[in-house]
């Protein structure tokens, strides 16, 4: 019995409760010609996040992934390498591998409705015309997940609204984006460890 004790313990010590394991998805489309772009903010703020806590991204399936701890928490951070229309498809293949519960799963994007810079974290709601939580309402067969929705303004003319999310940052948001990229590294640690109603109480609307 003790032997058996023994060799429980062993096998079992280094496996991390799944609740204490959340998955943080920025959406985005790869290449180079979507770098700096607005509908690319996902993936910008979780390059800030790898800066800050010293990690790098490696490509695997559907995505890229790097993972941090933070106050006993680990957080798994996902590209999606699927292009912005099929997300889901990365979300859901991400959230099986690592066992991780829809509860600790944030979809970051980016939001044409919402004054740029501002945050809109909710826990559940429609795609909105969005073509990343779109893919992922399909695939996951719900809308009952966090999203965690960037404001990017809605500066443009009519009929120019996929040039516009398509397009760089302009020179004054690019002046602005830092300090509210720093807010959005908060408000993603804050979701892990203060959770989700909380975090909004904070961050919603700052």
Aim: aromatic content about 12%; charged content about 25%.
């Amino acid at each position: 019995m003790l032997k058996l004790l023994k060799f429980f313990f062993s096998t079992t010590k280094n496996i991390e409760p799944t609740m204490k394991k959340y998955l943080i998805v920025g959406l985005g489309n790869i290449g180079s010609d979507y770098e700096n772009t607005r509908h690319n903010i996902g993936f910008k703020i979780l390059d800030k996040i790898a800066t800050k806590e010293d990690v790098t991204f490696e490509n695997k399936k559907l995505g890229a992934i790097s993972k941090f701890r933070f106050k006993g928490r680990t957080f798994i951070m996902l590209k999606p390498s699927t292009y912005m229309n099929l997300s889901g498809k990365a979300v859901k293949y991400w959230m099986t591998k690592e066992r991780i519960s829809l509860e600790n799963t944030l979809i970051i994007c980016d939001d044409l409705n919402i004054y740029f810079g501002a945050f809109r974290l909710k826990a559940k709601g429609s795609a909105g015309g969005h073509n990343g939580l779109k893919s992922i309402n399909e695939i996951l067969q719900t809308q009952n997940y966090s999203r965690f929705r960037f404001g990017v303004g809605d500066e443009f003319k009519k009929g120019n609204q996929v040039d516009y999310v398509l397009g760089k940052w302009n020179d004054d948001e690019t002046l602005k984006l830092p300090e509210r990229l720093d807010k959005a590294v908060e408000l993603i640690k804050s979701f892990g460890t203060a959770g989700l109603n909380n975090t909004m109480n904070a961050f919603n609307g700052k």
